[in-house]
Every structure is written in structure tokens, then in C-alpha cells.
């Protein structure tokens, strides 16, 4: 019964910032490398930031790289991403997911339980 439900999302001009929670619940949410993907429409699903057990660790998809920061709050069985200096090509679906114990790349089938998703939708 793990549940990841992510929030915050919705419609910003290019420059603004967004932050997303993702609340984490039937999982010892300590225990995972936790990610974000995101997901515009006709495109592959894309991997954007993850952030290690401790959140001692963060990596990035270049094209997030400078503008977008990924954080935990493990007794808020809770991880952010916050989204800066947002872009219109930044428009898709955002997931949070868990990744798989001993995977070593970062593409969807590394990650194993995933929230619904929420729309970030940046106009020009």
C-alpha cells in the first residue's frame, strides 16, 4: 500500500518558481533514494533530479541543472522540488517515485513506486 501523492503544481509565467511536495506513505520513506520525472505530452518520461536517504546527495538532468533544487523532510515522510527560473519548455506532468534498491542509472525502470503526478504548466 505505498502512496506517493505529489501537489503544488499549476500555472506560472516563465521566470516564476513552483514548489512540489511529494507525501510518501506505506514505505519506510528513509529507506529510499527518492526521485522526479517528469512528462510533457507525446514525450518519453524523463528523469529531472534525485536526492539520496539522508538527502546528503543530489543529482540533476542538465537541463535542470542551476535553476531547479530537489530536498527531503524524512519525519515528513516528505520530498520537494523546487522549480526556479521555470521555462515554457519546463511544461509537463511531475512524478515522484522511489528508486530501486541497487539500481545504478536513473531511467524509469529504476524506480518502482510512483505518485500520480501534478501539471506545471509555464506560459510564455
Known amino acids: 500500500q505505498v502512496q506517493l501523492v505529489e501537489s503544488g503544481g499549476g500555472l506560472v509565467q516563465a521566470g516564476g518558481s513552483l514548489r512540489l511536495p511529494c507525501a510518501a506513505s506505506g514505505l519506510t520513506f528513509s529507506n529510499y533514494v527518492m526521485g522526479w520525472f517528469r512528462q510533457a505530452p507525446g514525450k518519453e518520461r524523463e528523469f529531472v533530479a534525485r536526492i539520496t536517504q539522508r538527502g546528503t546527495v543530489t543529482s540533476y538532468a542538465d537541463s535542470v541543472k542551476g535553476r531547479f533544487t530537489i530536498s527531503r523532510d524524512n519525519p515528513k515522510n516528505t520530498v520537494y522540488l523546487h522549480l526556479n527560473s521555470l521555462k515554457p519548455e519546463d511544461t509537463a506532468v511531475y512524478y515522484c517515485?522511489?528508486?530501486?534498491?541497487?539500481?545504478?542509472?536513473?531511467?524509469?525502470?529504476?524506480?518502482?513506486?510512483w505518485g500520480q503526478g501534478t501539471q506545471v504548466t509555464v506560459s510564455s
Open positions: 517515485a522511489t528508486k530501486k534498491f541497487g539500481s545504478r542509472s536513473d531511467t524509469q525502470t529504476d524506480y518502482e513506486f
